[in-house]
């Protein structure tokens, strides 16, 4: 479901082959395009900053080890964690303990695109991401903070949270964030408001940014709900092995 997700997107918005009104797909049928900043494109799509659909980025609180007075639980994804979320797998992600009512604005929501800022190695980028959706959030129950090794990308709405975020881990994959990195004291940092404008993407209408959530949205949130499916059933396994060995 998730190459198949990355898939679509690559055909829809790289190769310009999103369906058109009789289900062909766009360039290979003969779909109109344009010179814009000597690149062709469809006609009516632009080019400009990913920064166009962002509203803000926020910085991730690792909170405290202990609750306290006015400290709330919540879970704090890691960039360790990253791996396991995208599988919709979040029950490695530790409790920490933070002042909710005075950082309500970190806490992730629908649409949020989590990156790991700060970390990475030689051969591995910083930038890894994952799409915040509905679906893992109720999974959890608790609310969910990111770490402060990790920023959240808010968009201007949260339609666009899996065309961002998708455009994300395709410039990941493909390398891009290895140019964007700053290190000090051996630790590698993404410079995430320059690759927010200074990277350009193509930006389609909001027509087939909506048709394409109606096809990558219900693989996204098969692929969390599989993912706490895989979660009960190794719990449920874990607990008939220790009776067994009793």
């Known amino acids: 479901l998730e ?31 344009v010179e814009v900043d000597g690149k062709m494109i469809p006609k009516g799509w632009r080019i400009g900053p990913i920064e166009n659909y962002v509203s803000k980025t926020i910085a991730g609180d690792w909170g405290d080890d202990v609750p306290n007075d006015g400290l709330s639980e919540v879970l704090c994804i890691r960039g360790a964690d990253l791996p396991n979320w ?31 800022i700060s970390g990475g190695s030689p051969t591995q980028s910083t930038g890894r991401t994952i799409m915040i959706r509905n679906s893992s959030l109720e999974n ?15 968009p201007i709405d949260s339609k666009y949270g899996l065309f961002l975020g998708l455009y994300f881990e ?16 051996g630790l590698k940092n993404l410079l995430l408001p320059r690759v927010l404008n200074g990277l350009n993407i193509y930006i389609p209408d909001d027509k087939i940014i909506d048709q394409f959530n109606q096809s990558v949205s219900i693989m996204q ?16 396994r874990d607990l008939l092995i220790k009776k067994l060995i009793k």
């Open 140 to 154: 959890v129950q608790m609310p969910v903070y990111c770490s402060n090794f990790c920023k959240i990308i808010r």
């Open 86 to 116: 995208k599988k919709g797998i979040t029950n490695t992600t530790p409790i920490r303990y933070v002042n909710v009512n005075k950082r309500k604005e970190k806490l992730l929501r629908h649409g949020d695109i989590m990156i790991e």
């Open 3 to 33: 190459e198949y997700s990355k898939l679509l997107f690559h055909k829809w918005f790289i190769d310009f082959n999103f369906p058109t009104e009789d289900g062909k797909p766009y360039k290979d049928f003969g779909g109109e395009m």
């Open 221 to 236: 949130d098969k692929i969390n709900q599989l993912g706490i499916e895989n979660q009960l059933l190794e719990e449920t």
């Open 170 to 185: 395709k410039m990941y994959n493909s390398g891009v964030f290895f140019h964007y990195e700053s290190k000090t004291t």
